[in-house]
């Protein structure tokens, strides 16, 4: 029996959509089917594309429009870098590094969508926020995650940020790209194929952003001031030891999963 045009269109349950996501390789395919569905509530012919792009290798969160981070939903969108869960120790040891601060000014470069510093302005709203990217479009979506008045900037790392904040950082909190080039073949397809290889890759040995961050940082941060990077335990040996280069006495606060670590410096 054909539907009449006025039946109404019946979306498929969670159970059907996860058989579908699953039979394609997701792995938290109910998560995935819940949230797919909760973006295209009563639009069948909507939750059907999201369906079939999601089957056909678009990552979820760009699909969506948000990513889940801690306590916070931050706005992404396609061809941008998606915030990693792992980064959530960096947002928790910058949050608690901003609150034994009197007057914390905080800086996140190579923000991206701007995690970290949106963490911190969520738990600290009298946190000055700065965060700065080279990219104009993720830029756009780090504005929507980082309260009104915040300060937005096109730089490359520490270059291209305006000069009256030389000095006053007592906060800088960043996850530089760290993939070393020659692991290209480890990356997963689906951020090879969706997210920008600048936001990814940084030179052979993946310390290239570190190198360029680690050197410039003294002229910025305040007296007693605190910068964190997120780190491959694997490359903190060499970090710490072009940290040592420049002057700075690094320590290290390692991942409970032993595969990142914080590089940890202070301005004396």
């Known amino acids: 029996m054909s539907r009449s045009p006025d039946s109404p269109v019946v979306s498929p349950s969670i159970t059907a959509i996860a058989a579908r996501l699953r039979a394609a390789g997701c792995v938290f395919a109910e998560e995935e089917a819940a949230i797919l569905l909760d973006a295209a ?6 939750l059907e594309s999201l369906v079939e792009r999601r089957i056909g290798g678009e990552p979820l969160e760009p699909l969506v429009g948000w990513v889940q981070f801690g306590a916070l939903r931050l706005s992404v969108g396609p061809g ?3 915030p990693r869960q792992r980064s959530l120790r960096l947002a928790r040891a910058a949050v608690r590094a901003a609150r034994e601060q009197e007057r914390p000014v905080v800086l996140e470069p190579f923000c991206g969508v701007a995690p970290v510093a949106a963490s911190v302005a969520a738990a600290l709203p009298d946190a000055e926020i700065h965060v700065a990217d080279i990219d104009p479009a993720v830029l756009e979506y780090a504005r929507r995650n980082v309260p009104a008045g915040s300060g937005v900037y096109a730089s490359d790392g520490l270059t291209g940020l305006p000069s009256e904040l030389r000095g006053r950082l007592t906060l800088v909190a960043a996850v530089p790209p760290y993939i070393p080039t020659v692991e290209h073949r480890l990356v997963p397809r689906e951020a090879l194929d969706h997210e920008p290889g600048a936001a990814l890759f940084a030179g052979p040995d993946g310390l290239e952003h570190v190198t360029t961050l680690v050197d410039g940082l003294s002229g910025w941060l305040a007296p007693g001031g605190l910068a964190l990077v ?4 694997r490359q903190y040996r060499a970090a710490a030891a072009l940290a040592r280069r420049a002057g700075w006495a690094p320590r290290a606060r390692r991942s409970s999963d032993g595969q990142t670590v914080l590089l940890e410096l202070r301005a004396r």
């Open 80 to 82: 941008v870098f998606v």
């Open 41 to 46: 509530v009563d639009d069948p012919a909507r």
């Open 230 to 233: 997120e780190l491959n335990r």
